[in-house]
């Protein structure tokens, strides 16, 4: 994923990102705890991980291919 970021601010948007997702993901064992209480621990967990899988395949369905596109041709600004 890196080369969709443009090369000045790759380093900064991949750790963004990185640190973004760290921050979010520290709140789903507090939820797990707090849903645990109305459903099986089992049940919770498998619905968390259904929903974390979801959401990175729907992401991942929406970012552009850049398999043999050179890094240079996705520096240019898609014409719209």
Not at 18 to 26: E, F, H, L, P, T
Request: charged share 10%; proline share 6%; aromatic share 8%.
């Amino acid at each position: 994923m890196t080369e969709l970021y443009p090369t000045a601010v790759r380093g900064t948007a991949q750790g963004f990102c990185y640190n973004a997702g760290r921050a979010i993901g520290s709140f789903l064992p507090a939820l797990v705890g707090f849903v645990s209480q109305s459903l099986p621990l089992g049940a919770t967990i498998a619905l968390f991980s259904a929903f974390a899988s979801g959401i990175m395949v729907v992401v991942l369905l929406l970012l552009p291919e850049t398999r043999g596109r050179s890094l240079a041709s996705l520096e240019t600004a898609p014409a719209d």
